[in-house]
DNA sequence: CAGGATTATTTTACGAGTGAAACACTTGCT
DNA sequence: AGCAAGTGTTTCACTCGTAAAATAATCCTG
């Protein structure tokens, strides 16, 4: 399906083509960023692709998945504003995510007695077995996917990710106010 | 909800929490996906955030941005098809980006005389002008955002992305023949 | 050189996400 | 107590993206 030209196997990724692009265009201006954050963003989408294809079998959606996950992870119920905050998405996604949740009996609602405004949002026993059974599945393919780079690769990635990301929940994250 | 000790102004980053969620639920699974893919998203999620925000005024969309990019970079008219391979999207999406963007004069469509079948895009004069103004605004700011990182670990992070970027596309891109 | 296979693009029908307004409560002020 | 202000959640109207079907042209192949 790829025999293009007499290129080898894989020596360039799309960005380093699109950089070159762009350079021969705009020659003097500085492309670091795209090969920062081009990248970054090229990886999200193949990844999400992947995993977007990866939940399709079980009949979810990578955003219905994660409001899953985050109540599997927080040990407790969770209210529809805890989960908004948690999951980075917007109210109104978040409840129409929880309806087709629990039409499908993955999560069950409670109201506060105290405060009858608020939600208490449980998983049901087959939304924890399908959370508990997805997610170390997830884990897999995506340990799959990273184990064609060498572990200290890896790593340092991971960390350096890490400290950008820190940084960006600085700069940029005042709005979504991130509550942690 | 986190009575996380006298907290630091920016210690950890959101994934770092969420990790020791899920040690503490599953212990002994390998979270190292996350530590890499589950950054990847969200620093994705925040730069998307902010580049859409910086269009907002421009009444630009990030992808149609992406499609007056990719024909500004490649400096020759480009057919639908190539714009749909190029930016990563779907036929339907680029359609209706293209119809957009010819109703405000971005770009141009010529049919191409040999197979009628085959539409040539350009920009316009409008068009290449609102890109070569927009884009180095652009990297402006990402760079801004950047430079809170060491010159170094910037390098490294872009190097390291590029060897995953470059292993994904082999694994994860075979259905959507990115034909380069 | 006719008619099916192929290719390029658009249309259609629909699902998912969004911001703003609406709704449903509770809280605090007087 | 009464009511304005505040808070948590849902609804509404709309935009954007998608998969699959439709359209339109070209390429074979006998």
Redesign the interface.
Known sequence: ?SE?APEQP?R???????MR??Q???PG?????????G????????????ADAQLRPQQLTRAEFDLLGTL????RPLTAG?LTRET?ASGAAVTKRLRRLEQHDLVERRIDERDRRVAHLTLTDAGRELA?HT??DQ?NR??A??S??PPE??E???E??????????????QI?R???
């Open positions: 399906m293009r894989g360039e990724d799309i960005v380093t083509g699109i692009q762009w021969q265009v705009h201006l500085d492309l670091e960023p795209i090969g920062v954050i990248r970054i963003n090229r990886c999200a989408a193949l990844l999400q692709q992947a599997r992870r927080s040990g805890e980075f508990d997610l170390p884990l995506e340990q996917l990273l064609g780079l690769h890896r340092q990635l991971a350096r990710l890490a400290e950008l990301l820190l940084l960006l929940e600085g700069s940029i994250g979504s991130a509550a942690n």
